[in-house]
């Protein structure tokens, strides 16, 4: 059974750094991409960021290029998304979810607040 | 960017009736395009891939077709279980979604 969990959200403010964690079982890891797809209210479904299985296949929407990062850690079945310089339009919960290009499977989620 | 425009914003359908959801591309998306269903406080899940092909679990009363820029998600008999708000997602050119249709009792 293929689980991803989320973690590392939370309140931060504007201009701040965050770094989201997201714990995948269930899988062969380094076989597959994975994607932060999030969800901001009114705003709708937006697909961050995706890694290749070996890393070496990395790709960034244009509103996230140069501020986040995603990485991760096959020895330890582990995907992150480094979030740096924060703006209110990036509240909204982050989705782990393994598959591309479409989503096969998706984390609970974790909610990032952006505020002062 | 391709932006998929859903439609209706809100759709009510009686129970055991079919369902007819739209999601027009603003640009070929050629058959690279997704269907999800979301229902509230869950994440979403996937329906459907490639415009018409079922993903693993998913009932034969899902389909999808359509390919360029019209496509169409019909559920061909409404179970109290498929009230949620669906969306579409193209991956033609990097990947976007639609704004949803919720799909709601009459």
């Known amino acids: 059974q293929v689980q991803l969990v989320e973690s590392g959200g939370g309140l931060v403010k504007p201009g701040g750094s965050l770094r989201l964690s997201c714990a995948v079982s269930g899988i062969t890891f380094s076989s597959f991409y994975m994607s932060w797809i999030r969800q901001a209210p009114g705003r709708g479904l937006e697909w961050v960021s995706y890694i290749s299985g070996g890393s070496t296949v990395i790709s960034y929407a244009d509103s996230v290029k140069g501020r986040f990062t995603i990485s991760r850690d096959n020895a330890k079945n582990l995907v992150f998304l480094q979030m740096n310089s924060l703006r209110a339009e990036d509240m909204a919960v982050y989705y782990c979810?393994?598959?591309?290009?479409?989503?096969?499977?998706w984390g609970q989620g974790a909610l990032v607040t952006v505020s002062s | 960017e391709i932006v998929l425009t859903q439609s209706p914003a809100t759709l009510s359908v009686s129970p055991g009736e079919r369902a007819t959801l739209s999601c027009r591309a603003s640009?070929?998306?050629?058959?690279?395009l997704a269907w999800y269903q979301q229902k509230p406080g869950q994440a979403p899940r996937i329906l459907i891939y490639?415009?018409?092909t079922r993903a693993t679990g998913v009932p034969a009363r899902f389909s999808g077709s359509g390919s360029g820029t019209e496509f169409t998600l019909t559920i061909s008999s409404l179970q109290s279980e498929d009230f949620a708000v669906y969306y579409c997602q193209q991956y033609n050119n990097w990947r976007t979604f639609g704004q949803g249709t919720k799909l709601e009792i009459k």
């Open positions: 490639d415009a018409s």
């Open positions: 640009q070929s998306a050629s058959t690279n």
């Open positions: 979810v393994r598959g591309m290009p479409w989503g096969a499977y």
